[in-house]
């Protein structure tokens, strides 16, 4: 009867997290200022996109830096701080909410998400996609925009209600045209 | 002994008592059912229409399109008793459909069996946060709520100053988007009291076996059904 109680003891300590010291908590470093540029809002300031079909829409930007931590559950490698900046672009009517984050992880990895509701525009490695290729210059409300990318909705959860397919974006702007799924858009207002 | 023993045989009659409470909700006295009016079932959104997407532009030319509209039927139960013994058990008839739009609004439609009226049904309607509940045939409104709690309100009072006036008519017909519909709900609230927020509708239009064809926000943004 005890070698069966013994048994799945052992199994459990040997199967089970490995014993390790409390590691220590690395810190990768707050978000550079070449990060930040990426995304070119300014905290409470107003940016505008307009309609396809005329409507001026006012959006007001929000732009916070907060932690994050990575969790390691047997202590047996170090836990990460790291950090998330995130920008929202919100507007009252009609009701859009756009996410910009950009997170650093360490040294040498960054992402950059784009979101709007149901609608996200995938986790972009910074340091490759905006280094390693070259964007197009794009002509958009008569108005010429260098180093333009082009994002396309990753989001297949729910076709139907998604609300926007793909996107323009350069660094120096931000978003500079929005393609919603029923064809229509919003564009920078010059 | 034998005083215990009778003590004991008097109190057997708890014994089947116990049982039923035992029972819970799986049993009572009596059971009945509330079934929606055959012809209240015409106010559903027509099975033709149920999945397909459907779209609302407003008056500055932006279109709203609302998709997963799904409809359920289902009975809620209800339970009434005496002394912690279920004497009566109602199953409630109830449909429901909802739709969400890609900027997020959500408009739900419930139709319920009354408890209380055999001639008539409810209806709730819901949009941009806004519920109203009101009976079909009497349009009696049975319930308002909104953003905030415990708001008074009233149906009677047209010159109210101190509550939301909330009031439901039916049109034979309302033509929107070069479209005419018949027999449509209009559900239209005043509020002097300054409850409801700029992006809440104060106007709604459901059209008989339709749905949702046309609503109105406080601040006067128009939104209409568009047909392909």
């Given at each position: 009867m005890k070698k069966i109680l013994i048994l799945p003891i052992m199994a459990t300590i040997l199967c089970g997290c490995p014993i390790c010291k409390p590691t220590e908590v690395i810190d990768v470093g707050p978000i550079p200022d070449?990060?930040?540029?990426?995304?070119?809002?300014?905290?409470?300031?107003?940016?505008?996109?307009?309609?396809?079909?005329?409507?001026?829409?006012?959006?007001?930007?929000?732009?916070?830096?907060?932690?994050?931590?990575?969790?390691?559950?047997?202590?047996?490698?170090?836990?990460?701080?790291?950090?998330?900046?995130?920008?929202?672009?919100?507007?009252?009517?009609?009701?859009?909410?756009?996410?910009l984050s950009i997170e650093k992880y360490d040294s040498i990895h960054s992402v950059f998400t784009m979101a709007a509701q149901n609608s996200g525009f995938g986790y972009l490695p910074v340091d490759t996609f905006f280094t390693a290729s070259n964007g197009d210059s794009m002509l958009i409300n008569n108005r010429y925009y260098k180093d333009v990318f082009v994002l396309r909705n990753d989001n297949t959860y729910n076709a139907s209600i998604l609300f926007a397919d793909s996107l323009y974006y350069n660094k120096q702007h931000g978003l500079l045209k929005l393609f919603m799924h029923n064809g229509e858009n919003y564009a920078i207002y010059p | 002994m034998a005083k215990i023993m009778r003590y004991i045989l008097r109190l057997l009659w708890l014994v089947p008592l116990l049982g039923l409470v035992a029972c819970g909700d799986d049993f009572a006295l009596s059971t009945k059912y509330y079934y929606v009016k055959p012809e209240n079932k015409a106010w559903l959104v027509n099975d033709s229409l149920v999945g397909v997407p459907y779209a609302m532009v407003d008056n500055n030319g932006i279109t709203y399109n609302f998709t997963g509209v799904r409809t359920s039927h289902d009975f809620s139960e209800g339970m009434s008793g005496f002394l912690f013994i279920p004497t009566r058990k109602s199953y409630r008839e109830n449909y429901y459909s909802t739709?969400?739009?890609?900027?997020?609004?959500?408009?739900?439609?419930?139709?319920?069996?009354?408890?209380?009226?055999?001639?008539?049904?409810?209806?709730?309607?819901?949009?941009?946060?806004?519920?109203?509940?009101?009976?079909?045939?009497?349009?009696?409104v049975t319930y308002f709520g909104c953003d905030e709690n415990?708001?008074?309100?009233?149906?009677?009072?047209?010159?109210?100053?101190?509550?939301?006036?909330?009031?439901?008519?039916?049109?034979?017909?309302?033509?929107?988007?070069?479209?005419?519909?018949?027999?449509?709900?209009?559900?239209?609230?005043?509020?002097?009291?300054?409850?409801?927020?700029?992006?809440?509708?104060?106007?709604l239009y459901y059209a008989k076996g339709i749905g949702l064809i046309k609503y109105t926000l406080k601040n006067s943004i128009v939104f209409e059904r568009v047909t392909n």
């Open positions: 070449s990060l930040y540029s990426i995304v070119p809002y300014q905290n409470d300031s107003v940016y505008q996109l307009v309609h396809s079909n005329g409507y001026v829409v006012d959006f007001i930007a929000k732009r916070s830096t907060e932690q994050s931590f990575s969790w390691n559950e047997c202590g047996c490698s170090p836990n990460y701080t790291y950090y998330r900046n995130i920008t929202s672009l919100v507007s009252d009517y009609p009701p859009i909410n756009i996410q | 739709s969400v739009s890609n900027y997020g609004t959500s408009f739900s439609m419930y139709l319920y069996a009354s408890y209380t009226n055999n001639n008539d049904d409810d209806i709730h309607l819901y949009l941009t946060g806004i519920s109203i509940h009101c009976t079909l045939k009497s349009r009696e415990n708001v008074e309100w009233t149906q009677t009072e047209e010159n109210t100053t101190t509550k939301v006036l909330v009031n439901v008519d039916k049109l034979n017909s309302l033509t929107v988007q070069n479209q005419t519909y018949n027999e449509v709900l209009h559900c239209y609230l005043k509020d002097p009291i300054g409850v409801i927020k700029p992006n809440q509708c104060t106007d």
